[in-house]
């Protein structure tokens, strides 16, 4: 395996940071070398530096940095992904705009799951909501999933599970929200109500300018498939969307402020969160 | 009423959405009659969701005026429109050069300085005649940015020029700059230069030694090693990672470079057990792979692999492997059963 050193590291983490949004501390070292490692083979690259240059100065196309991308990320979904991103907003963001709302005399609260492929993030969004706001079923709450493949879309109205795609989920909330059925789970009803499909297509731009009056956006893990302009304009679009005092969720490694400056950070004991002033 | 007027009166809505709405649909209008009202609202907006989307549109817009008022834009007093402007313009590249060309040689020395940030990661075809000015501009700045430019495309056409500004030099930020260009530009026979200009490392001050020591990483030979390795002790904190990235580079590209293994493993000892960062202490533990024929090297590693620091047992996993002594895969295997961790399992099992 090329040694890949720290200081090429640090170097090509900044780029993939630059061009990807993608966050990768010191911890992650090893894990980036292996992954560099795999593209050096296949392109037939002995030396780091000249991988690093590729990737920086001769990929207009960002075709390479695509490739590594595909193999830093994972495709992978499963309910209860990247927990603590999920445990700041069920602690501070979901209990603050509800209060908000609650002051106002507001009793409606939209969700909106963009790129949800089967459905484990929006169902997981019910259980918290339903978790942390008991009062959920006497609101007006609604978690809308979208994906542009329709065959996802019918697996979310599916609500059917393997144990992969459960592994994560606390017990206590798989004994209160799922049903097992042989090696399968399946949402329980009352969660399944709280999730609406929509098939949309994040460069619709009609489309996406249709999609307002959200309270949190959740779009983890699916900008850094694209690339810098859509990005930036699916991100401007989840501005948009949103309602003032909102919130926005990407990957815990991806950075918004990075796509945009429109957002306001906030900081929550150790995640950081970006919300629309 | 067409659909630029429509979208120009929008810009003024009260509502913020409508208003990027506007903007973005000028934009794909690609229409240069739009860019005078997108730069009068960019005056007056204060929402930046609409200031992001009015430079997307300027970006969108194929056409000279979106790059006449983008430059104009580089003089903004505001830093948020300044950056905006270069990455415009940035975009436009090869479009923008005979514009970029007039301010290098009209501009002051910010727009100048603002030039070259335009340039960064552009390659040079092209530009050759804004390198050429830059590198003679009075400002130490412009040529400061110029040399990092160059160094980061390897623009090998502009190495005897940075030979001769590293040699005449005296601006300690831009002789430092010439050196790792040179090192980014990558022809070996600039570091005899640099070694001529730089005879003893031991008197280098520390900006300068951290460029140098990325020469060293890149050419340092078998001989170089010991004269590395005793800034160890000597120098501050600091520059620990970059003495150690030398030192490790050197070392796997010249197998027949001798330590004076001793003196080595006390100190690479101490930044492992002292609590340097993390990295560091990685870095001193692969290192270590190189001495691991020593008996009390080789013990050491192993006793890394029990280390409360998970970059630590990764480095001696990797260093222990690295070394291929005897015995080793039942070594791993026992310590793989008391392993956490995916990626030192990875390490102690691949």
């Given at each position: 395996?090329?040694?890949?050193?720290?200081?090429?590291?640090?170097?090509?983490?900044?780029?993939?940071?630059?061009?990807?949004?993608?966050?990768?501390?010191?911890?992650?070292?090893?894990?980036?070398?292996?992954?560099?490692?795999?593209?050096?083979?296949?392109?037939?690259?002995?030396?780091?530096?000249?991988?690093?240059?590729?990737?920086?100065?001769?990929?207009?196309?960002?075709?390479?940095?695509?490739?590594?991308?595909?193999?830093v990320t994972t495709n992978e979904t499963y309910m209860f992904r990247e927990y603590d991103q999920l445990q700041a907003f069920a602690n501070h963001c979901l209990?603050?705009?509800?209060?908000?709302?609650?002051?106002?005399?507001?009793?409606?609260?939209?969700?909106?799951?963009?790129?949800?492929?089967?459905?484990?993030?929006?169902?997981?969004?019910?259980?918290?909501?339903?978790?942390?706001?008991?009062?959920?079923?006497?609101?007006?709450?609604?978690?809308?999933?979208?994906?542009?493949?329709?065959?996802?879309?019918?697996?979310?109205?599916?609500?059917?599970?393997?144990?992969?795609?459960?592994?994560?989920?606390?017990?206590?909330?798989?004994?209160?929200?799922?049903?097992?059925?042989?090696?399968?789970?399946?949402?329980?009803?009352?969660?399944?109500?709280?999730?609406?499909?929509?098939?949309?297509?994040?460069?619709?731009?009609?489309?996406?300018?249709?999609?307002?009056?959200?309270?949190?956006?959740?779009?983890?893990?699916?900008?850094?498939?694209?690339?810098?302009?859509?990005?930036?304009?699916?991100?401007?679009?989840?501005?948009?969307?949103?309602?003032?005092?909102?919130?926005?969720?990407?990957?815990?490694?991806?950075?918004?402020?990075?796509?945009?400056?429109?957002?306001?950070?906030?900081?929550?004991?150790?995640?950081?969160?970006?919300?629309?002033? | 009423?067409?659909?630029?007027?429509?979208?120009?009166?929008?810009?003024?809505?009260?509502?913020?959405?409508?208003?990027?709405?506007?903007?973005?649909?000028?934009?794909?209008?690609?229409?240069?009659?739009?860019?005078?009202?997108?730069?009068?609202?960019?005056?007056?907006?204060?929402?930046?969701?609409?200031?992001?989307?009015?430079?997307?549109?300027?970006?969108?817009?194929?056409?000279?005026?979106?790059?006449?008022?983008?430059?104009?834009?580089?003089?903004?007093?505001?830093?948020?429109?300044?950056?905006?402007?270069?990455?415009?313009?940035?975009?436009?590249?090869?479009?923008?050069?005979?514009?970029?060309?007039?301010?290098?040689?009209d501009g002051d020395k910010d727009l100048r300085k603002l030039v070259l940030d335009i340039l960064r990661g552009v390659p040079a075809g092209g530009v050759e005649a804004?390198?050429?000015?830059?590198?003679?501009?009075?400002?130490?700045?412009?040529?400061?940015?110029?040399?990092?430019?160059?160094?980061?495309?390897?623009?090998?056409?502009?190495?005897?020029?940075?030979?001769?500004?590293?040699?005449?030099?005296?601006?300690?930020?831009?002789?430092?700059?010439?050196?790792?260009?040179?090192?980014?530009?990558?022809?070996?026979?600039?570091?005899?230069?640099?070694?001529?200009?730089?005879?003893?490392?031991?008197?280098?001050?520390?900006?300068?030694?951290?460029?140098?020591?990325?020469?060293?990483?890149?050419?340092?030979?078998?001989?170089?090693?010991?004269?590395?390795?005793?800034?160890?002790?000597?120098?501050?904190?600091?520059?620990?990672?970059?003495?150690?990235?030398?030192?490790?580079?050197?070392?796997?590209?010249?197998?027949?470079?001798?330590?004076?293994?001793?003196?080595?493993?006390?100190?690479?000892?101490?930044?492992?057990?002292?609590?340097?960062?993390?990295?560091?202490?990685?870095?001193?533990?692969?290192?270590?792979?190189?001495?691991?024929?020593?008996?009390?090297?080789?013990?050491?590693?192993?006793?890394?692999?029990?280390?409360?620091?998970?970059?630590?047992?990764?480095?001696?996993?990797?260093?222990?492997?690295?070394?291929?002594?005897?015995?080793?895969?039942?070594?791993?295997?026992?310590?793989?059963?008391?392993?956490?961790?995916?990626?030192?399992?990875?390490?102690?099992?691949?």
């Amino acid at each position: 395996m090329p040694d890949l050193s720290v200081e090429q590291f640090q170097t090509l983490s900044q780029q993939i940071y630059q061009k990807l949004g993608l966050h990768f501390d010191d911890k992650k070292i090893y894990f980036l070398k292996t992954r560099v490692a795999r593209r050096m083979a296949a392109l037939g690259i002995e030396d780091p530096r000249e991988y690093i240059f590729m990737v920086s100065y001769a990929d207009p196309q960002g075709l390479e940095m695509q490739a590594l991308a595909n193999l830093v990320t994972t495709n992978e979904t499963y309910m209860f992904r990247e927990y603590d991103q999920l445990q700041a907003f069920a602690n501070h963001c979901l209990p603050e705009v509800l209060s908000a709302k609650q002051a106002r005399g507001e009793r409606t609260l939209r969700i909106w799951s963009a790129g949800c492929s089967s459905g484990e993030e929006p169902y997981t969004l019910a259980m918290i909501l339903q978790e942390v706001f008991p009062q959920a079923q006497s609101w007006d709450c609604r978690i809308t999933a979208t994906d542009i493949d329709e065959n996802m879309l019918r697996k979310v109205v599916a609500a059917r599970y393997g144990c992969r795609s459960v592994n994560e989920v606390p017990d206590r909330y798989r004994e209160k929200y799922l049903i097992e059925d042989g090696d399968e789970y399946v949402v329980r009803r009352r969660s399944a109500a709280l999730v609406h499909t929509l098939h949309l297509n994040l460069h619709d731009r009609m489309a996406m300018r249709a999609m307002r009056g959200f309270d949190f956006i959740f779009c983890r893990n699916v900008l850094i498939y694209f690339d810098d302009d859509s990005r930036k304009a699916v991100v401007d679009h989840f501005y948009n969307a949103l309602n003032p005092g909102g919130y926005i969720f990407l990957g815990h490694s991806e950075s918004v402020g990075r796509v945009t400056t429109a957002f306001q950070l906030k900081r929550f004991e150790n995640h950081l969160v970006y919300r629309k002033e | 009423m067409s659909s630029l007027q429509e979208y120009v009166e929008k810009l003024a809505c009260a509502d913020e959405a409508e208003r990027t709405f506007a903007a973005e649909d000028i934009g794909y209008l690609n229409a240069p009659e739009g860019v005078p009202a997108l730069l009068r609202r960019l005056g007056e907006e204060e929402s930046r969701a609409v200031r992001d989307a009015i430079f997307q549109a300027l970006i969108r817009i194929d056409a000279n005026a979106a790059i006449e008022g983008s430059i104009r834009l580089l003089a903004s007093d505001d830093p948020r429109i300044r950056n905006h402007a270069v990455n415009v313009l940035r975009r436009k590249a090869v479009r923008a050069i005979p514009f970029l060309n007039a301010v290098m040689r009209d501009g002051d020395k910010d727009l100048r300085k603002l030039v070259l940030d335009i340039l960064r990661g552009v390659p040079a075809g092209g530009v050759e005649a804004i390198y050429e000015a830059a590198l003679g501009d009075k400002d130490p700045n412009v040529v400061i940015t110029a040399v990092e430019n160059l160094g980061l495309l390897r623009a090998r056409e502009f190495r005897g020029r940075i030979e001769e500004l590293l040699q005449a030099g005296s601006h300690p930020m831009q002789v430092a700059a010439c050196v790792e260009a040179l090192v980014g530009m990558g022809d070996p026979s600039s570091f005899g230069m640099i070694r001529r200009r730089f005879p003893n490392l031991a008197v280098l001050p520390d900006f300068l030694l951290a460029a140098f020591l990325k020469a060293m990483a890149v050419w340092g030979t078998a001989e170089d090693f010991n004269e590395v390795a005793a800034l160890l002790p000597l120098r501050g904190p600091h520059l620990r990672s970059a003495i150690l990235g030398a030192l490790f580079a050197i070392r796997a590209r010249c197998p027949s470079a001798a330590a004076n293994t001793g003196a080595l493993l006390a100190a690479l000892r101490r930044i492992v057990e002292d609590g340097d960062p993390p990295l560091c202490r990685y870095q001193a533990v692969r290192i270590l792979a190189f001495l691991a024929a020593e008996d009390d090297v080789y013990a050491f590693l192993v006793a890394c692999l029990s280390s409360p620091e998970r970059l630590v047992r990764l480095a001696a996993a990797e260093s222990l492997r690295a070394a291929g002594r005897p015995g080793l895969e039942p070594l791993l295997a026992a310590r793989a059963n008391e392993e956490t961790d995916e990626e030192v399992l990875q390490a102690l099992s691949c």
